[in-house]
């Protein structure tokens, strides 16, 4: 399952990139059938019951000019009635007949979808493509905000400055534990302006959702209740403004996983993670641990790479075209070589390697480790540490291990009940526990 990393807090710095689009006034402005919105419209108040327009108009994200032709054609068809009446125009509420109840069933079976009204594939384009994230730029500035008090070399900083501003993807690679998972989750620190994500869009009158709150997370204040009906709104409440996306995902990735997801029983889909990624950033870690073969994982995105749009099927056969807006970077601890051809990986505009520090950066990185972890810095402990374990046994200095290390020293210490201390025994005791020994 894909999962998101936590966006940073957009600065007053950071320019808005995509502004959401104006409400609907009509109908035809929706982009959606008028059929299509009167039997969203029925399945609304047979699930929730009795609505007044105002509450219609918030569930729904539409505005009452959209809203008023519909409801007057089922007053017609004699689908609805007023069930309740108001000098107010938005308290008049509005219930099923028998008829509408017997019709809403029918509509239940095609599709069980009855949340915010989509946003036509047309739409969705257009408004990714003004907020492309072509659109942002990366400088040397924000690069050292993103990564301040992390330890990194200069070299690596100007590669992932570069790839950031170029827009293609990224392959980071290197040997277990050289920290490049830490260095990719902390490019959302390079994200900047907000975008517009639609809860659902609509394709050949199949509705496939969007929006993920666990992966957008709204600018402030678009995550409070609001109604459609507030003029103080100057977008179509069908969309959401967010921070642009950040979405992750390793080892547990599969090939279908990358398709429209098909609920069978509520007869609509979840978009996949590279849809719900769009104009943000899309986290492939541990490439090569999936069950998949690499190169079949590889070989997914060479057309999305190519081109900047992907393709996707829905149950009944029909294809359609989506942007593909996405910086992706794969993260691996395999050489590229057995991981995919030179032809793919000429496709991949920067491949950034990730290797083991310098002594220095070692020492410099076990001093933040004791800072966090209030354990007293000892320079003679980190030269045992690093004379008699890295040293004599040949084990190169990756980022991971004073924090593995220096984290059982502390375990310890609690377990003991005594203040955590960098001594020789601690540290030989962490250093036995830490890696494995041969047996026969």
Same mark, same amino acid.
């Given at each position: ?27 035809? #402005? ?57 000098? &107010? ?15 809403? #069933? ?18 969705? *384009? ?22 301040? %008090? ?10 992932? %400055? ?18 490049? &998972? ?10 900047? %302006?907000? $975008?517009?994500?639609?809860?659902? *869009? ?14 957008? +997370? ?50 609509? @889909?979840?978009?996949?993670?590279? $849809?719900?990624?769009?104009? %943000? ?6 490439? =090569? ?26 149950? &009944? =056969? ?7 807006? $996405? ?33 220095? #950066? @070692? ?43 220096? =984290? ?8 003991? =009940?005594?203040?955590?201390? +960098? ?11 830490? @890696? ?5």
């Amino acid at each position: 399952m894909a999962t998101v990393s936590p966006a940073r807090p957009q600065t007053k710095t950071d320019s808005v990139t995509g502004a959401a689009p104006r409400p609907a006034r009509t109908v035809d #402005e929706t982009g959606l059938s008028f059929l299509f919105l009167v039997e969203l419209l029925t399945k609304t108040l047979f699930l929730r019951g009795q609505l007044s327009l105002a509450e219609l108009s918030d569930h729904l994200k539409l505005s009452v000019g959209v809203l008023e032709p519909l409801l007057a054609f089922m007053r017609t068809e004699r689908l609805c009635e007023v069930s309740r009446s108001s000098e &107010t125009e938005t308290a008049t509420a509005y219930n099923l007949t028998e008829l509408g109840r017997l019709r809403a #069933e029918d509509f239940l079976q095609k599709s069980q979808y009855a949340g915010a009204a989509p946003v036509s594939l047309q739409s969705y *384009i257009d408004q990714v493509r003004e907020q492309s994230i072509a659109n942002m730029t990366v400088t040397r500035e924000k690069i050292a905000q993103a990564f301040d %008090g992390i330890i990194i070399k200069e070299q690596i900083l100007r590669q992932f %400055g570069g790839a950031m501003n170029s827009g293609r993807a990224i392959f980071v690679y290197g040997p277990a534990g050289s920290g490049k &998972t830490f260095i990719s989750e902390h490019l959302v620190g390079l994200l900047s %302006g907000d $975008v517009a994500i639609p809860h659902a *869009i609509v394709v050949d009158n199949e509705v496939i959702q969007v929006f993920d709150p666990l992966i957008h +997370l709204p600018v402030a204040g678009e995550d409070l209740p609001a109604s459609a009906l507030d003029r103080r709104r100057a977008h179509d409440m069908r969309w959401v403004v967010c921070h642009r996306p950040v979405v992750r995902t390793g080892g547990e990735l599969t090939l279908s996983m990358l398709d429209l997801d098909f609920d069978a029983s509520a007869r609509f @889909y979840q978009a996949p993670p590279q $849809v719900k990624a769009n104009n %943000g950033l899309l986290i492939i870690d541990d490439l =090569g641990r999936q069950l998949a073969p690499a190169m079949s994982v590889m070989n997914r995105w060479i057309v999305p790479l190519d081109r900047r749009v992907d393709y996707l099927a829905l149950h &009944t =056969g029909k294809k359609f075209m989506i942007p593909f807006d $996405v910086i992706i970077v794969f993260s691996s601890n395999m050489p590229p070589k057995e991981l995919a051809d030179e032809a793919f990986l000429r496709r991949l505009g920067y491949k950034i390697f990730v290797g083991q520090l310098d002594e220095d #950066e @070692y020492r410099a990185i076990a001093a933040q480790v004791c800072k966090e972890f209030s354990i007293p810095y000892s320079e003679s402990g980190v030269d045992h540490l690093l004379r008699e374990h890295h040293y004599k046994e040949g084990r190169p200095l990756f980022a991971c291990i004073p924090r593995d290390i220096f =984290g059982q020293v502390r375990d310890l210490a609690r377990y003991e =009940g005594v203040a955590p201390e +960098l001594t020789p025994e601690l540290l030989d005791w962490a250093w036995g526990n830490y @890696y494995a020994r041969d047996f026969k």
